[in-house]
């Protein structure tokens, strides 16, 4: 019987996918975990403790750390935040010396902490495989039409610099492209002063987009990784929806009228500060050029061809039992039936009381972003 243990190192342990993954590997016989993150908080790191989980607090911009942390590994599992930069006053500071937007610089950012992490991984000799998150390359895709779509050209750079000077790693590389996360979807949803909602993006609504519950992308990457060699352009989803189709669903299973609104970068803004015109552009890139690209490896396909199932939950699934989180009674179908909700879409005031949505949302969402 084989005793040897496995280490996988997780960077970014404490953000949604590397929580996802963490936990998954950790159903294994034989692997230890460890787990980088930035925030070392300790009640956190009790958390992990209590999974036999080691944590190492770490600087992604310091290379010798980096190839400290990674000593030994057999698995390293790489997805780099794009977020954080961009909501980090020291990047917005660096961008106005430097003459350059927020979002462009906290792309730099980005891909300047992804390399750190490949050359660091690259000299680790007991490495067998290396996982690593990435997106398309917007401004490639589209011939350089189009330039604004920093997060996703900054995990391209990642990449690219891989496939061009790490060649001995890149034979090892699994490339995981994970679609839009369905923990998501509520934070597109806004109140408008009439009281109604709306979900909107700059997306038309008809356009379908990969969805992906975070909980099921560990089971997805450790899936793929157990059974098929080294791919690259992997997509990771579980479904297909457009933001229509989104809102009937939302309908059908709280009673709940949503309608749907393309926004201009202008109003994004409103909603998401700093990042207005760089949502603007993303749902603009996705609705010309699609969100994966046309060489990307379908999962579905994948599974076909290596004759694996893999678990997954749809979108109607994951929403029948994500909306009761955003509502302040427990049930669904008591909404429905107490009267605080009507067949009128306009309900005003009274759905104001059947829903609680933090107006604050996007420093809610920055504060969790900790890897």
Known sequence: MDTTQDLVVVVGINRRE????????????NVKIRGLTKSCKPVIVRE??????????IDYDDEEMLS???NGATIIFSNTDYWEHLT????????????????????????????????AAAGVQTLRHFILTSLPGAKRESN???????????KWGVEERLSQHFRELSDKTYIVQPGLLMEDWWKYMHRRGDGTFTIGTHLPGHIRVPWLDSHFQGALVLGIYLYVPPVQGLTIHADTKSFFEICEMIKNISGIHVSYSQWNALELEVLFPHAGQLLAD??????????????????????????????????????????PKHLNIGNVVTVAESGVLSDNPHTGDKLDDAIAISETWWEDFVNEHGG
């Open 88 to 119: 980090d006053h020291s990047v917005d500071t660096l961008a106005w010396v430097a003459g350059r937007n927020r979002a462009e610089t906290a792309g730099d950012y980005e891909t300047r902490q992804g390399i750190n992490i490949i050359r």
């Open 68 to 70: 400290e942390a990674f």
């Open 144 to 154: 350089g039409t189009m330039t604004g779509v920093y997060h996703f050209d900054a």
């Open 18 to 29: 590397g929580v996802s993954v963490a936990r998954a590997f950790l159903k294994m016989e």
């Open 48 to 57: 992990w403790a209590d999974l036999d989980v080691e944590i190492v607090q």
């Open 282 to 323: 993303q749902w603009m890139y996705i609705a010309r050029h699609g969100y994966y690209t046309q060489d990307a490896v379908d999962r579905d396909e994948l599974a076909q061809a290596y004759d694996i199932e893999i678990p997954v939950t749809s979108l109607a699934e994951f929403l029948k039992e994500d909306i």
